[in-house]
């Protein structure tokens, strides 16, 4: 495509004089008509923070979200109009074009001497300060209406508007709209498979911004400084193409995989996709980019796209003033009076004005210190005098200022307290004396001086002596009259007064009355303690009984206190009787205790009793509850939480699981209760999971051990049983602790990276790991030796082949993160770190046959002559897994022949666990192809015709997971091509560009 737009340097110039706009934004620009599209308004309900109620409303509310998110991000100095419609667009059961969007426009800016720089519309007029085509927008996108249309679209698969991450919802559309809009502001190459640039001016080919920033890391040469054919050979490099953008590197420490010697990669798979090579970062990057070639999860910011976009001329939205500290008002020493509070206004300032929040960091407890808003009250507890000092602390969020001062309590004087005197009964013809006692928490006893203030003269008379008060009745006075007393510490008294109750002595005695007793429940081998009580009308001293105590219910009284044990096993009622007597007469009530079963617990291995600990595996736990009544309510207890949610019931028993995030080692408490209030409370104690990052281990490999379920920021000591092996942190030294993160969706992982010493390992090692109050743990993993293997690649002449395809069928090289795939250099040798296994190896080049080749064990050198081919077919395809991944099982890609016969063509390369690639050149002078079969056991099985006449291939597919049924069984939905299959295209479509024409 030849694009012939020149502006002049002096253009350039003037425009860099026009006035600025502060005002404007990426905005939306609504085209679609009244009834579609953005003005459809088919009735919906508010989802995921949308509250748009019309479906044309909630599209449009996704759209501005991500512009605003832009807008946020950039400085956006000229409008950036997005011309944005929704039409139905193609779209099957098992496929769809999900969207498309791209730079409305380009231009060309000649840099002098003919070196033009081409730019999207958007960009240029950032850098420009005006519009340089005011008449037309910058970006035009267009979205896929029919996902919303109830059809049989992607098998009634829909959007979803939500501003939020809910992958069962549907396809997010928020991230989708994000991509297209960067891709339209630049992040777009114009370069061809080919190598040549999609923009010329005359003869000569000219780079748009971000190809200028592309460069081959193995050569540290620009691709704008290649000829064409190095260029094409970058687009295919397979890790070696990398951005050189000064912004985008700062952040590659960043990143645990997607990196080049320190240069973020770029999407150049050894086969070029149309739409997603160059374009996009490369799909290896972790964590993850929007602005990979596929959809990878969730992401609402631009993310590593906001520096590339710096690096070719955005520029970002000016920060936000720094965090001042707050500054707190000094707190002068304060006094108050033993026993009563104080109030102080607290007071701060705050430069950035932001919301303030006070609190005690430091106060003695006898202070009983609080805050409320800005009030803090001292409010020291009963009878406290002394001094202490209190520390207020202020905080925005994120700084805090303290203020600290000293308090002193004044001591007061307490008045004494007398202990109670009940009331007396006395025989008349009796004289009593009584020890009065009280207390001072001011005085020793010594000091207390007790008097007489009144008594009834005519009943009785009542006399001091130190402590004891003596009461003489006078003859044949009976009935109740009052004594009152007084204590004092010489300066606050207290009073009291009693009833001394006469009588004649010639009266019989009234026996004591038992208060109830009830009937008793308790569990077999338990102890339950009554505290018994009556009353008897002469306050005569009281002794209790009880009988009927057998070996299975044993009974004994200790002062008031009935004690019963029931026996081990007991299950059963028994009767007892308790008495009580005053020393001439009785009371008594029989009652019965009931024994029920004692609680127990068991695994189906192991049973445990009230108090004990059983051991459970990292997997739900299966539990066996019996005892009591059968009446049951349980609680469950982890982490300082009630987790009843954790425990469910069935009718084989109850399920123990752990929380599906976050911490879940340590010890869980279940409690039991039955409906006679009798309870027991167990322990089950749950291990650290401790994970390989391979399995199993591989000596010349980079791994870690993953340490999951501990609490955040608990401390974790690691250990092995060989010293073949070291524990290291990311800088590469030595450790032998790390701590549990906060992250909940990965369990609060702690990593430790793995130090190998290469051909000395132990057939197995075993990690332990150990962390207070959580179990010690432990796993072991068998280990591998690995091997170095070259090799050479020559034609039937036995001369070298550049650039031939060597993958090796292990999946588990992406766990050690090795190559599965490399291309033999220019001396035909190519080299692969492997296990010291027996592995098939498939080597292809252009225009020659593939050949498999099995590697033994101890093979460490091998070379492979390849045949030419006369009727060259190439085959290529990327397949990614939805709802599930190829972690344990790859899918089969199968060849069907005309002759009925079939081959099973080798995966080329994995990607990731949802990602995987494959590839095979082959002799249509040979086999004749007549279709191709993607199954796996987690997706429906899809056949594809070959079409016939053609001599290259390329599918991109999307396996979806079966759907499951009631018993959680997969349903095979039948092959034929689309119940199974999607294509998602997230790629940018280039519109044609108009030619502008401008003189200075």
């Not at 009745?473 to 007064?497: C, E, F, L, R």
């Not at 339950?528 to 009556?534: G, P």
Request: aromatic fraction near 6%; charge should be negative; include cysteine.
């Amino acid at each position: 495509m030849s694009l012939p737009t020149i502006v002049s340097r002096s253009l350039i110039a003037a425009s860099l004089l026009a006035p600025i706009s502060s005002q404007a934004a990426v905005t939306i620009v609504n085209n679609d008509s009244a009834g579609e599209g953005f003005n459809d308004v088919t009735a919906v309900s508010a989802v995921g923070g949308n509250s748009g109620t019309t479906l044309g409303q909630q599209r449009l509310n996704v759209f501005n979200k991500a512009a605003e998110i832009l807008n946020t991000v950039f400085d956006i100095q000229q409008p950036v109009q997005v011309n944005a419609q929704f039409n139905p667009l193609t779209c099957s059961p098992g496929s769809a074009v999900l969207g498309q969007a791209g730079p409305a426009d380009f231009t060309f800016i000649d840099q002098g001497g003919g070196d033009f720089i081409v730019y999207p519309d958007a960009l240029y007029n950032q850098i420009s300060g005006s519009d340089i085509d005011p008449a037309n927008l910058e970006i035009n996108a267009t979205f896929n209406s029919t996902l919303d249309a109830g059809t049989s679209c992607l098998g009634g698969t829909s959007w979803y508007y939500g501003f939020n991450d809910n992958p069962s919802a549907g396809s997010a559309l928020l991230p989708v709209v994000l991509h297209e809009i960067m891709h339209g502001m630049g992040f777009l190459s114009l370069l061809g498979s080919d190598g040549a640039s999609g923009a010329s001016v005359g003869p000569q080919q000219v780079f748009d911004i971000y190809t200028r920033q592309l460069k081959r890391q193995s050569n540290g040469i620009l691709l704008k400084d290649m000829n064409q054919s190095q260029r094409a050979s970058a687009l295919i490099s397979n890790g070696d193409l990398v951005w050189s953008g000064a912004n985008v590197n700062a952040r590659a420490n960043e990143f645990t995989s997607g990196i080049n010697s320190g240069s973020v990669r770029m999407y150049a798979p050894s086969t070029y996709q149309g739409g997603s090579s160059v374009g996009h970062f490369d799909s290896a990057l972790s964590p993850n980019e929007i602005m990979e070639p596929s959809y990878t999860q969730f992401l609402d910011d631009p993310g590593l796209a906001t520096q590339l976009l710096v690096d070719i001329g955005w520029t970002l939205a000016s920060p936000p003033s720094p965090n001042s500290a707050p500054v707190i008002s000094s707190i002068s020493n304060q006094s108050l009076d033993e026993d009563s509070d104080k109030t102080l206004s607290l007071s701060a300032t705050d430069a950035n004005n932001d919301s303030l929040t006070f609190s005690i960091t430091n106060a003695p407890s006898q202070l009983n210190a609080s805050i409320t808003g800005t009030t803090l009250t001292l409010d020291p507890i009963a009878d406290f005098n002394g001094n202490g000092s209190v520390t207020v602390q202020v905080s925005d969020r994120s700084l805090t200022d303290s203020t600290s001062f000293n308090v002193t309590v004044n001591a007061v004087n307490d008045a004494p307290v007398f202990n109670v005197q009940s009331d007396i009964d006395l025989v008349n013809t009796n004289t009593s004396v009584i020890t009065l006692s009280a207390t001072d928490i001011d005085s020793a006893s010594n000091t207390l001086v007790y008097s007489v203030t009144s008594f009834d003269s005519a009943s009785l008379t009542a006399s001091i002596s130190a402590d004891q008060l003596t009461i003489t009745p006078k003859a044949g006075i009976t009935g109740s009259s009052n004594v009152s007393v007084q204590v004092s510490d010489g300066d606050k008294t207290d009073q009291q007064t009693f009833a001394v109750n006469l009588r004649n002595p010639n009266l019989s005695n009234q026996a004591p009355v038992l208060t109830p007793v009830g009937n008793q429940v308790l569990l077999a081998g338990d102890t339950l303690t009554v505290n018994l009580s009556a009353t008897d009308a002469e306050n005569d001293p009281l002794t209790y009984s009880v009988s009927g105590s057998t070996a299975r219910i044993q009974a004994s009284i200790s002062g008031a206190a009935l004690i019963i044990t029931a026996a081990d096993g007991f299950n059963g009622i028994t009767d007892l009787t308790v008495s009580v007597n005053d020393g001439q007469d009785n009371d008594s009530e029989m009652f019965n205790v009931t024994a029920y079963p004692a609680f127990t617990l068991s695994d189906g291995n192991n049973q445990i009793r009230n108090g004990e600990t059983l051991s459970a595996g990292l997997a739900t736990t299966d539990l066996q509850l019996s005892g009591g009544n059968n009446q049951l309510t349980l609680a469950v207890f982890f982490n300082g939480e009630q987790r009843d949610g954790l425990l469910t019931n069935s009718d084989s028993g109850y399920q123990l699981a752990p929380p599906t995030s976050g911490a879940f080692a340590g010890i869980y408490r279940v409690d039991v209760t039955d409906s006679n209030n009798l309870s027991s409370h167990f322990f089950i104690e749950r291990p650290l999971r401790l994970v390989t990052s391979a399995t199993p281990l591989l000596d010349l490999a980079e791994q870690q051990l993953w340490i999951e379920g501990a609490p955040a920021g608990s401390n974790i000591t690691l250990s092995s049983d060989t010293d073949k092996l070291s524990f290291q942190n990311t800088t590469g030294q030595e450790i032998t602790e790390v701590t549990a993160t906060d992250q909940d969706e990965l369990f609060n992982r702690a990593t430790a990276n793995l130090e190998l010493v290469a051909g000395q390992l132990p057939e197995n090692i075993t990690f332990m790991a150990a962390s207070p109050n959580i179990p010690d743990s432990e796993q072991q993993v068998e280990t591998l030796a690995g091997k170095n293997v070259s090799i050479q690649v020559t034609d039937t002449s036995a001369n070298a082949l550049s650039n031939a395809s060597v993958n090796a069928e292990d999946n588990r090289l992406a766990d050690w993160k090795l190559t599965a795939s490399v291309r033999s250099n220019d001396n035909g040798n190519a080299r692969m770190i492997l296990p010291q296994e027996e592995i098939r190896l498939t080597i292809t080049a252009d225009d020659f046959i593939d050949q498999s080749v099995i590697l033994s064990a101890n093979e460490t050198d091998l070379t492979v002559t390849m045949e030419k081919t006369t009727a060259p077919f190439t085959l290529t395809g990327r397949i990614t897994a939805q709802g599930f991944n190829f972690s344990s099982e790859r899918p089969q890609v199968r060849l069907n022949l005309s002759d009925g016969t079939s081959d099973n063509l080798t995966i080329s390369l994995d990607e990731s666990n949802t990602v995987t690639r494959f590839e095979a050149q082959l002799d249509l002078s040979i086999i004749s192809p007549e279709s191709i079969t993607i199954q796996h056991s987690q997706a429906s099985t899809l056949t594809q015709p070959i079409p016939q006449g053609i001599d290259e291939l390329v599918l991109e597919l999307l396996l979806l997971a079966l759907p499951v049924n009631n018993d959680d069984e997969a349903i095979d939905t039948g092959s034929g091509g689309g119940n199974g299959t999607l294509l998602l295209l997230l790629v940018t479509i280039l519109s044609l560009i108009r030619r502008k024409t401008f003189t200075a």
